[in-house]
């Protein structure tokens, strides 16, 4: 038993050691309401819990979609190195918005729709005001996605991370009903038409790289590309979160099924994820110049990066990829459109070897 | 269009910007195995998915549960300070099973079995056979645990994490129908017996204090405690998962709920936990000296820590709580003893004002 020892003068404390756990409270209190602003009918949020409880469906008759067979649908996903670009300009809150897409926007790819959502924060110190930033950007993103932040984490790790550095990590769970599971490679056919809708700019990919071709641009000379806009807002400009748009396409053609395979774009770009949901017998074919390249790519390019390489690494200008059935290319097209999305075509499925080619 | 700028000699990559992505691929293929040993039949697996995706109950008539409301149970959790403990030794691989720990013991105290777990990885490079080690002991974690590692998210951001750290975050989500669902505030009454079931040692909390003070001792001298085992060896045994004892108590009990609260003793220790399971008119009278203190809290408190710092921050040698009805606490400990547990009837319910208390 501890008691038996008679210990030295006890003057180690957890805070003394650099955790403070009433800044934690103070948090904790600050985010309450992100949170809560998230919830539907569908939580059932218990006080104190260890884990945050929620229902598939809706016990609202009117609301209720009786998943024949519901298949659960999950990622996890970071911001990257553009949390550096957030932390430097001391503007951490969009990068909310970031972590929450990065992960819905996958999930999307399968038909499913976003359930619940939770995020890691950890840092150098919990700073209450920063964290409720953040976590404010992580409850605009989840009301976008039309998700619940059911809960998360906040590590305080004063040895792990320099002073105002923080990292996120976010976890996202869908639901699809199994018939409506949408797998790219089982459906996809010679003849259908590749749809790009547009990104936002960067997203949240290839910020390692974007970062030190940026840095060439000394801050006092003007820009070799003109972007509109300062070049932070531009560069810190949040991931589009494309859940809606889809929600609609898949809920007005429920019976008919048009579309094929969704291809999130991020690491890796066109070529490194399109691929990805197509048959191994097929080939992706892109046009060249069938959509605007946006000027910060330019910019990035323009710094010194190969073109070849560009593609490899960002977006280019096309954040969620939608392959549909020929006949209903252009309804799509239309009621993406109506939903608030840039879209253009960009291509189309061949026979192939399960690669990306231009054309 | 980007083909309309001639830019500087094109210098710039993303590997010389730091991020190798051939090191990802041949990581991706060394953890492949570890994963697919966590997968069960409700794992619908599909090649370069940008999401896992599992259903919810067994199709197989056997294993079939037929849930009535299926409530979706979740949390997030880290490994925090301990993670330094084991990069310092170059012992990264038990880290995962403590990820796993800290997961799935919060979600089991719903009553929920977990379902599948993932990862978050970030680190200043890449190391492939570090992240395989690391996501071994996670997967080791999940077989303990039966849930699968259904994917995961591998990080490298080498201006946000110093040369040979990395950080670690977990996600859990498991199920349990709507009935079943164990509330403790709703449950727990007077006369329910609470049985602390024994922990590993520190598990996953307190380290920032727990490495600061063990300090104090230098490496030659002998420790003012007998260990009987390497210090090293003692601070980083894996987190205990609980989740085989006590699904087979809540299955054996199935009809007659004899379990009324569960309790995980995380950061905040036994006072911290135990009353957030509890109604608010009832306290929990724990008994000093109803278990043994494990020497490593011992000597930590030697090191110059105020006892109820030690109380407040350790679990001090009670990793798990379950209140019970009194007329089954017996049997109840008999069936986790069997299970393997170290079982210690701690204390009761009282009435009270949610409060921890000792008597």
Redesign the interface.
């Known amino acids: 038993?501890?008691?038996?020892?008679t210990?030295?003068?006890?003057?180690?404390?957890?805070k003394?050691?650099?955790?403070d756990?009433t800044a934690n409270d103070r948090m904790v209190e600050k985010i309450r309401h992100a949170l809560r602003r998230t919830y539907d009918p569908r939580v059932?949020s218990?006080?104190?819990?260890?884990?945050?409880?929620?229902?598939?469906d809706y016990s609202e008759a009117l609301l209720r979609r009786n998943f024949r067979?519901?298949?659960?649908?999950?990622?996890?996903?970071?911001v990257?190195?553009k949390?550096?670009v957030g932390m430097e300009h001391g503007r951490v809150r969009d990068l909310g918005i970031d972590l929450v897409a990065m992960n819905v926007n996958?999930?999307l790819?399968?038909g499913?729709e976003p359930?619940?959502f939770?995020?890691?924060v950890?840092c150098h110190r919990l700073d209450p005001d920063e964290i409720a930033e953040i976590v404010t950007g992580i409850s605009e993103g989840c009301t976008r996605a039309r998700c619940a932040l059911?809960?998360?984490?906040t590590?305080?790790?004063?040895?792990?991370?320099r002073k105002g550095?923080f990292?996120l990590?976010g976890?996202c769970?869908?639901v699809v009903d199994?018939p409506r599971?949408i797998?790219g490679?089982k459906l996809v056919e010679p003849g259908d038409v590749v749809l790009g809708l547009a990104s936002s700019g960067l997203h949240s990919n290839?910020y390692?790289?974007a970062?030190?071709?940026l840095a060439r641009f000394p801050k006092s000379a003007r820009l070799?590309?003109e972007l509109g806009e300062p070049l932070v807002d531009a560069v810190l400009r949040p991931t589009r979160i494309y859940v809606k748009s889809i929600l609609a396409v898949l809920q007005k053609y429920r019976r008919k099924r048009v579309i094929r395979a969704m291809?999130?774009i991020t690491?890796?770009g066109l070529e490194g994820n399109i691929p990805?949901?197509i048959p191994r017998d097929c080939d992706v074919a892109l046009k060249r110049?069938s959509w605007?390249?946006p000027p910060i790519?330019?910019l990035v390019?323009?710094?010194?990066?190969?073109?070849a390489?560009?593609y490899?690494?960002f977006n280019?200008g096309i954040g969620y990829v939608v392959i549909v059935r020929p006949l209903f290319a252009n309804s799509v097209m239309h009621l993406l459109t109506k939903q608030g999305e840039k879209v253009y075509r960009i291509g189309v499925i061949r026979r192939g070897g399960g690669r990306l080619v231009w054309r």
Do not use: N, W
Not at 16 to 19: E, Q
Not at 69 to 78: F, K, Q, R, T, W
Not at 301 to 307: F, I, L, N, R, T
């Open positions: 038993m501890a008691r038996k020892r210990p030295p003068p006890a003057d180690l404390t957890y003394s050691a650099g955790v756990i059932l218990r006080h104190g819990a260890f884990a945050g409880l929620m229902r598939i067979e519901p298949i659960l649908v999950s990622g996890a996903d970071g990257g190195s949390l550096l996958d999930v790819t399968t499913a359930l619940f939770l995020d890691y950890a059911l809960g998360g984490e590590a305080e790790l004063p040895d792990l991370y550095h990292d990590a976890f769970v869908g199994r599971i797998d490679p290839g390692a790289l970062r030190k071709a070799p590309v291809a999130h690491g890796g990805r949901v110049g605007p390249i790519f330019q390019q323009s710094a010194g990066v190969d073109e390489e560009m490899r690494v280019m």
